[in-house]
């Protein structure tokens, strides 16, 4: 799958992954490959990403996930230090 995590500033990540977890408004929720299409707002938490090679996470107040076609796009307002 292909994923690519933007803000308003800058791209986050972009890349091939195993999975994501997201902060999704209802509840929390995993992506895998050949997920259903869905489009979804998110809430403030942690982004998990697994790839081959490790897990990133990033932190978020806010965003929105489209799944589509194995690839995922989240477009998400980053936490304010």
């Known amino acids: 799958m292909?994923?690519?995590?933007?803000?308003p500033?800058?791209?986050l990540f972009e890349g091939d992954v195993n999975s994501v977890n997201v902060p999704g408004v209802?509840?929390?929720f995993e992506v895998l490959n050949n997920h259903v299409p869905i489009v979804s707002a998110l809430e403030k938490g942690e982004i998990l990403v697994k790839t081959s090679s490790g897990t990133e996470t990033f932190n978020i107040e806010s965003g929105f996930i489209e799944v589509l076609n194995n690839n995922i796009?989240?477009?998400?307002?980053?936490?304010?230090e």
Do not use: R
Not at 2 to 7: A, F, Q
Not at 73 to 80: E, F, M, R, Y
């Open 9 to 11: 500033d800058t791209q």
């Open 2 to 7: 292909k994923l690519t995590i933007l803000t």
């Open 73 to 80: 796009s989240i477009l998400a307002q980053p936490v304010k």
């Open 26 to 28: 209802k509840a929390p």
